[in-house]
């Protein structure tokens, strides 16, 4: 049985029609499930009876399970959901003031190697498929609606994995997500973080998704330090990559930035940033680093993320102060799944939980 959420409209329509049957009905199921929120065949009813159970037989509608639930005191939840294969896939729900917020992982653990990042310590296990990005979002919507909570209205593709790094799959799961046929989301709400894998990027244009790139240094010295991968795409490539993309008039791109104490939070530091940036249209989010058991470093003090922050305000930058949420329930990417991930053991069986991070839990 082929999982339906990793069926593109035009993949179904061509299936359809290898069954000798309309297309159209293409349109009707993509309607039911991302538009009506109804995930049962048998209530589809301006289908005919007897296609409804052959769909029921081709497609699988189910959700995927939730292992375990983490409720943090800033009102994000994270959600731990069972793959197939044992392997478990971290998916965070963030509610802000006037939308809520949704950050799908791509890949279980990852390759790129960040020194910050927990996920970055697992390594990589392997890619998530299209079926299982989306599922996310189909999991977390009846999740909330089951809670009787707002629906979420953003996605990030901000958690475990690089997305360039899968990009088929990645590629795949927006056109899904964006269909109008469909769940009918608006590039704008959709944003894509990448490390700066440029094969990946330049297959992206201004309308696949928000682009954010995860900057972290402005000098090719820490960068590298901090990121791995600055050694094969340095600030330069990646600066040349964003100076020559083109966007509409509204396109602005975000630059992620950690702040690391001692690394890369001084004025210094800030100073390149904003000599790096100062002809690029953009958006900076500076997000104090969440210290983790499993790396070395250290968060700043909150006086030295002001004067970071202020600098650049001062120099006319868009920058805003972007904590990382469910600090006190797992922290940040890759931090939840650590417990799981952390012995490669658990792929195959059961998901497993080896340890538990930060075992606070508040409601
Ligand atoms: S920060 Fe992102 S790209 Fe880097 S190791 Fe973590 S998940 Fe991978």
Known sequence: MEDFYGLTLSHLEAQIGALGKEKYRARQLFRWVYT???????????IPKGLRTVFSEMFSLATMPVAEERHSRDGSTKLVLAAKDGYVIETVIMP??????LCVSTQIGCRMGCRFCVTGKIGFKRNLSAAEIVGQVITVREYLRKAGK???????FMGMGEPMDNIDNVTTALDILKDQAGLDLSYRKITVSSVGLLDGLKTLDAKSAVLAISLNAADDETRSMLMPINRLYSIGKIMDFVRGFKGTKRTRITFEYILIKGVNDSLDDAKRLADLLKDVKCKINLIPYNPSSHTEFERPEPQQVDRFHQYLLDRYFTVIIRDSRGQDVGGACGQLGMGYLGDAASHGGTPRKKRTTSPEVTS
């Open 96 to 101: 802000e003031k006037n939308r809520v917020t």
């Open 36 to 46: 009506l929120s109804n995930l049962d065949f048998s209530e589809m009813t301006n």
């Open 150 to 156: 707002s629906p979420v209205t953003n996605i990030v």
